[in-house]
C-alpha cells in the first residue's frame, strides 16, 4: 500500500463530496417532481401553455443539481491534481490511504444519516397524525409519500457506509488501482 498524501486526501474528500450531493439530490427530487406536476396541472388546468423561460429554468437546474455529483465523481482525480497542484508522493501520515478513506466514508454516513432522521421522523410524525385523524368522512392530509423514499433511501445509504465503509474503501481502491502495475 503506498503512502498517504495531500493528492489522497483530495481524490477522496471529492469523492465523498460527491456521494454527499448526490444523496442531497435524491432528497430534493420529490420537490423537482412536484414542481414538474404542478405546473403541469395548472397549465392544463388554466388551459395555458408554459412559459419557455419557466421551463428552461425548472430543466437546466434539475440537469445542473443530476450533473454535479457525476461530473466531481468521473474528474476527481483532475480536480484533486489541481488542487494539491502535483501528485507529490509526499507522506503526510502513517495511516493508509485505505484507512483514511474508510474513516471518511463512515465519518460520511454518519453526517448523512444525523441529518436524514429530523426529516424522517417528522414524516412519520405527520403520517401517524394523519392516520388518527382518518375517518371515512374526513380525507386527512397524508404527508407526501416521495418524501418517505428519499428519507428511507438516504438513511438505508447512510447505514451501508457507515457499517461497510472498510469494504466500499478496499472496492474503491481496487476500482482505482485496477489495471496498473505495483
Do not use: E, H
Amino acid at each position: 500500500m503506498t503512502n498517504f498524501t495531500k493528492y489522497d486526501v483530495a481524490f477522496i474528500g471529492i469523492k465523498l463530496l460527491a456521494i454527499y450531493i448526490a444523496l442531497q439530490l435524491i432528497g430534493s427530487l420529490p420537490s423537482i417532481v412536484q414542481i414538474w406536476s404542478m405546473s403541469l396541472w395548472q397549465a392544463a388546468y388554466n388551459k395555458v401553455s408554459i412559459p419557455i423561460a419557466y421551463i428552461m429554468i425548472i430543466l437546466l437546474t434539475s440537469l445542473f443539481a443530476l450533473a454535479t455529483p457525476i461530473v466531481l465523481w468521473i474528474f476527481a482525480a483532475k480536480i484533486a491534481k489541481f488542487i494539491t497542484k502535483s501528485k507529490a508522493k509526499t507522506q503526510v501520515l502513517n495511516a493508509d490511504a485505505q484507512d483514511l478513506q474508510s474513516i471518511l466514508l463512515c465519518v460520511a454516513g454518519v453526517i448523512i444519516f444525523v441529518t436524514t432522521m429530523p426529516d424522517l421522523i417528522a414524516w412519520l410524525y405527520r403520517f401517524v397524525v394523519a392516520y388518527r385523524q382518518a375517518t371515512p368522512v374526513f380525507k386527512p392530509n397524508w404527508p407526501y409519500f416521495p418524501d418517505f423514499m428519499a428519507y428511507a433511501l438516504k438513511t438505508i445509504l447512510s447505514l451501508i457506509l457507515i457499517f461497510s465503509a472498510k469494504s466500499l474503501s478496499r472496492l474503491f481502491n481496487k476500482i482505482r488501482y485496477a489495471g496498473l502495475k505495483k
